[in-house]
């Protein structure tokens, strides 16, 4: 490195960079993505990258992070926990059980946060007992610093195996809003799913059966937003609003309208109506194989915040099945249609 190059800040950091340019110096804002001695990537707050010459930098300053990288995985995930709410939930000292029916494993599957009031073999028992009841498989949630720590290897030691994991991404809505600033035509925000959003919802391969549209209408405000064109749903997302945060979910573009902006429009559409109900912080759940999806988060100003893992136990297996109280690709309670 020469003298002159200046020191690059943490890949993932944001920047202000005043810039020399032949008409004079400019200010570039963003995300630093990458770099080294003779050029930085910076994703400007519209999505766009700007590449900068090293040897152009004339200053720079470390922007502080917003409320949504500073706040704890624990408070992002009670926030996903109201976005996202079981039909069904107990208290195990302070670990949350919940179950749905099967439908989603966020929904049917113990949050670990905190301590469940006895010994771990005695709460083990007293979550199988639980779902057994329910005839649900037996799920813990494991979320990266806010669960014990020492949990994963206790239940390793117990024959208990990882699955799924999966990124919980962050970031301030109104850095969302200025990738796509205005309200795309297409897009209908609704207060419930009507058929069409099922049906694009159920094409890509989820659940639409009773249970399902319980879940994904229990909150008490949730947002419904498609992408329409000549009567096809082409694009779906759903938002909640619980106090600042705001939740983004099923985000859905049928196969043949990919790649064309969909996905971000109905999601940026999603967002904008959350901030307009006082959300300023958003969150999103996404596997971290779906490599797609988090390049499609990144660009809309989403972070990896934290992630969280399930694991289930050594007799791990499908519960005893009867009828979901609807139709659903699989016909069978227990079921788990969505890894998150």
């Known amino acids: 490195m ?19 340019t032949p008409v004079g110096p400019i200010s570039v804002v963003g995300e630093l993505i990458e770099g080294d001695d003779e050029r ?13 010459e090293t040897v152009t930098i004339e200053a720079q300053r470390v922007v502080p992070p917003g409320k949504s990288r500073l706040a704890s995985p624990s408070e992002v995930t009670q926030a996903a926990t109201l976005g996202w709410r079981p039909l069904d939930s107990a208290r195990l000292g302070d670990w949350l059980l919940r179950a749905s029916g099967g439908f989603t494993r966020r929904a049917n599957s113990v949050l670990t946060i905190g301590d469940p009031g006895r010994p771990l073999d005695a709460a083990l028992d007293a979550i199988a007992a639980w779902y057994d009841e329910r005839r649900l498989a037996t799920l813990l949630q494991l979320v990266d610093g806010a669960t014990d720590p020492s949990l994963a290897g206790a239940l390793g030691d117990r024959g208990w195996a990882a699955s799924d994991a999966t990124h919980v991404m962050t970031g301030e809505i109104a850095h969302m809003l200025r990738v796509l600033p205005g309200q795309d035509s297409r897009v209908a925000l609704d207060d419930a799913p009507d058929d069409a959003w099922l049906g694009c919802y159920a094409r890509v391969g989820n659940d639409v059966s009773d249970l399902a549209l319980q879940l994904l209408t229990n909150h008490p405000q949730p947002i419904f937003a498609s992408v329409r064109e000549g009567g096809d ?22 196969p043949g309208h990919r790649r064309r902006g969909l996905g971000a429009s109905v999601s940026v559409a999603a967002l904008r109506e959350a901030g307009r109900r006082g959300a300023r912080q958003a969150y999103l759940q996404c596997s971290v194989e779906n490599s797609a999806a988090i390049a499609l988060y990144r660009r809309l100003n989403f972070t990896v915040h934290h992630d969280y893992s399930y694991y289930s136990p050594p007799s791990f297996r499908r519960p005893a099945t009867r009828p979901l109280l609807g139709t659903s690709p699989t016909g069978l309670i227990g079921a788990v249609i969505s890894r998150w």
């Open 2 to 20: 020469t003298e002159s190059t200046p020191h690059r800040p943490a890949i993932g950091t944001t920047v202000t960079l005043r810039v020399r």
């Open 233 to 254: 749903v082409l694009a779906i997302a759903r938002s909640a609003v619980d106090a600042k945060w705001a939740g983004l979910f099923a985000v859905e573009v049928m």
């Open 40 to 52: 930085w990537s910076v994703r400007r707050r519209d999505g766009s990258v700007t590449v900068v």
